[in-house]
């Protein structure tokens, strides 16, 4: 597999044709067909399918082109490295994080990184671990921050704990269920629930059928943590969420949280790496500064 094999598959993927992909790599059509025939031949299969559409994918060019876009990620943050380690400037990091870590780790570590390393390029993607998976194996990111557990990981994926968290029920203040106390109870009342797997929510209702607890009923299902917070403040749904959210004296303005029995068993919080793939120091520096916080 050729480099410049691997640049024109993901091209021909971005474009959605053979044709844009071969213009806007300044290369003849049957030069650039040519190459992924090439290609097709070492894989030992049909990685796209032609037509007077443009192309599409095989199931076998779906799992190339996800090694192609990592292998031209960690290219670039190869390049990266050097540039870093030879004194250059263009450090750059790019990291997805779960909400929670907004009211807590990410403040301070935000200083401490800027303060060591002003130049650097900080993009932060806000997401649950069902959006930073796929980011991760195709080398968008250098690593994510999510409430996971290694067994629902992908093989590829290792994930290291910074932390466990309690999670809690929230509503309005002057809520008219805020005073009780009984799961059976509340879950009469009309919720909102980001339920994407991953998300502290999807823990509550396992935790619930492993209780013998009832579900909520009605529901609304929201993916925004912003605005389930702000439906949570202006209605009298009902929210399950991070307490270092829900009590947090910012982010919970005008919610109470409510002193439920049982409570649910805490869940983890770490980070999310690929597995075996080297990171730039930049992104090795605000990764440690993330482990240091946690253990503090």
Not at 97 to 114: E, G, K, M, N
Request: charged share 20%; with cysteine; hydrophobic share 45%.
């Amino acid at each position: 597999m050729k480099n410049s094999q691997i640049n024109a598959l993901v091209k021909i993927a971005e474009t959605g044709s053979i044709r844009a992909a071969a213009r806007q790599m300044n290369l003849s059509q049957s030069a650039l067909t040519r190459a992924m025939r090439e290609l097709e031949e070492d894989i030992g299969a049909e990685l796209i399918m032609r037509s007077y559409r443009g192309v599409t994918f095989t199931p076998a060019g779906h799992a190339v082109l996800k090694r192609a876009r990592l292998i031209l990620e960690t290219i670039d943050r190869a390049k990266d490295e050097v540039r870093q380690i030879t004194g250059g400037s263009g450090a750059k990091v790019t990291i997805g994080v779960t909400p929670v870590i907004a009211t807590t780790l990410l403040p301070l570590i935000y200083r401490q990184f800027v303060q060591t390393m002003p130049d650097a390029e900080l993009t932060l993607s806000e997401g649950l671990l069902t959006g930073i998976v796929p980011e991760l194996l195709e080398g968008r990111l250098d690593f994510g921050v999510a409430i996971a557990t290694q067994e629902e990981l992908p093989q590829e994926l290792v994930f290291n704990p910074l932390f466990d968290i309690d999670c809690c029920v929230a509503g309005r203040k002057g809520h008219p269920l805020s005073g009780q106390t009984d799961w059976t109870t509340l879950a009469n009342g009309r919720w909102i629930l980001n339920l994407t797997p991953g998300s502290s929510a999807s823990y509550l209702l396992s935790w619930l059928d492993q209780q013998g607890l009832p579900r909520p009923e009605r529901l609304v299902k929201c993916s925004s943590t912003l605005l389930m917070l702000e439906m949570m403040r202006r209605t009298d749904l009902i929210g399950f969420g991070p307490s270092l959210v829900l009590k947090d004296s910012l982010a919970s303005a005008g919610l109470d949280t409510f002193d439920m029995e049982p409570v649910p068993p805490q869940i983890s919080l770490g980070i999310v790496r690929v597995r075996g793939v080297p990171i730039t120091p930049a992104a090795q520096f605000l990764e440690t500064l993330f482990f240091r916080q946690a253990a503090s």
